[in-house]
C-alpha cells in the first residue's frame, strides 16, 4: 500500500527512498512496524513487564552461579492486564538453556521452598497450585524473543503470546474465552511484532496451527 501511494505520486520513485521515508516514519511516531512489511498509523507501544525484588534476587543468584547460562524470569502476574479474570496464584517461571536446567534447579531447591521443574499436569494440579509463591524451572526455547528490564532478562509480548497458546497445561487458566481476550488487549495496547512472534511459534513447532487460530480470532487476516 505504501508503495502503490508513492509511485501514484512519482512512478520513478526508487524503493530505497520509500524504504528510508518509511524508516523515518516509525522513528518519528508516524508509523507503527508490526512484523516485515506490516505497519499501521502509530507510533510503537513496547510491553515492558514489571519486575519485583524476588525476581532480581532469583536472576542475581543463578546469574552469579551461572554467569554463562542464558535464561530468563517473569511472573504471571503480568496476564492480569490482558485478562478478564483476575488469578490469584502467580507463578515465578525461571527458563532456562537445557543444558543448566537440572543444576539451576537443585541450586535453587537448596534455598528456596515451593520450587518445580517441568511439572506434568498432575504436579500443576496437586501441588503447584496448592503451594505459596510457586517458582517453575523450565526450559527455555533457542532463539525465544527476550529482552533487558532494569538489568533483568525477561521475556517480551511476543513470547507471552505463543507461551500461553503452546503451554495449555501450565496455563490451563488462560485458555479459551480468556485467551482471546488476552490476545485482542495485548495488540490492542502494545505493538506485537507478528514476524517475531510466528517466528517463536515456528521454533516450538506451532506455528500452523497458532497462524489458523489468529486467523480464527481475526487478529490477523484470513488470506
Excluded at 34 to 53: A, M
Excluded at 93 to 118: D, G
Excluded at 186 to 194: A, I, L, P, T
Aim: hydrophobic letters at 40%; glycine letters at 4%.
Amino acid at each position: 500500500d505504501i508503495v502503490s501511494f508513492y509511485k501514484r505520486n512519482d512512478p520513478k520513485t526508487p524503493q530505497s527512498t520509500i524504504n528510508w521515508r518509511i524508516h523515518y516514519f516509525v522513528q518519528k511516531g508516524i508509523l507503527e512496524r508490526l512484523g516485515r512489511g506490516i505497519f499501521r498509523l502509530g507510533k510503537n507501544r513496547v510491553f515492558i513487564p514489571d519486575i519485583t525484588s524476588q525476581q532480581k534476587t532469583i536472576y542475581n543468584k543463578v546469574s552469579s552461579l551461572f554467569p554463562f547460562s542464558n535464561f530468563c524470569i517473569w511472573n504471571t502476574s503480568i496476564i492480569n492486564e490482558f485478562s478478564l479474570h483476575q488469578s490469584n496464584i502467580n507463578l515465578t517461571l525461571i527458563e532456562v538453556e537445557t543444558e543448566s536446567l537440572q543444576s539451576v534447579f537443585l541450586k535453587l531447591k537448596e534455598i528456596k521452598k515451593n520450587i518445580f521443574i517441568e511439572p506434568t499436569i498432575d504436579i500443576i494440579d496437586n501441588y503447584v497450585f496448592n503451594t505459596k509463591k510457586p517458582t517453575i524451572v523450565k526450559n527455555l526455547i533457542t532463539e525465544a524473543p527476550l529482552q533487558e528490564v532494569e538489568d533483568i532478562t525477561t521475556i517480551t509480548i511476543e513470547k507471552l503470546l505463543v507461551d500461553l497458546f503452546c503451554d495449555k497445561e501450565l496455563f490451563f487458566a488462560y485458555q479459551g474465552k480468556e485467551l482471546r481476550i488476552i490476545m485482542e488487549e495485548s495488540f490492542s495496547k502494545y505493538s506485537v511484532n507478528q514476524s517475531k512472534m510466528i517466528r517463536y511459534a515456528n521454533r516450538r513447532g506451532k506455528k500452523e496451527v497458532f497462524i489458523d487460530y489468529l486467523k480464527q480470532i481475526q487478529i490477523i487476516g484470513s488470506k
